[in-house]
């Protein structure tokens, strides 16, 4: 079983920044590509950025030049760097990845609870 776990959300006032952060744990071979999604309020969830394994990144045009993704292959986490925040970058942000949880075994996608981000005057 593999689990990933959010942390970092909260209120921010319009232009301020906040990090997300998401680790996973449990029975981990490798891990793939690890992404970035949120879900607007009553709106579908979206991708907001990826990463490869080897730190090829790419951005939803809303985010780009705001939103810096990376990843720590030896700790299995993945951060979210989010500056210049806006009012419509408001939603619950969700961590993604894909996970081999053996050498040969099947790779798996696996999501984390998801973390609130508000910004808000």
């Known amino acids: 079983q593999v689990q990933f776990v959010e942390s970092g959300g909260g209120l921010v006032q319009p232009g301020g920044s906040l990090r997300l952060s998401c680790a996973a744990s449990?029975?981990?071979?490798?891990?793939?590509?690890m992404r970035w999604y949120r879900q607007p309020p009553g709106k579908q969830r979206e991708l907001v950025a990826s990463i490869t394994t080897f730190g090829s990144t790419n951005y939803a045009d809303t985010v780009k030049e705001r939103f810096t993704i990376s990843r720590d292959n030896a700790k299995n986490m993945v951060s979210l760097q989010m500056n210049s925040l806006k009012p419509e970058d408001t939603a619950v942000y969700y961590c993604n990845a894909d996970v081999r949880s053996r050498r040969w075994g099947e790779l798996l996608t696996y999501w984390g609870q998801g973390t609130q981000v508000t910004v808000s005057s």
């Open positions: 449990g029975s981990i071979f490798t891990i793939s590509d």
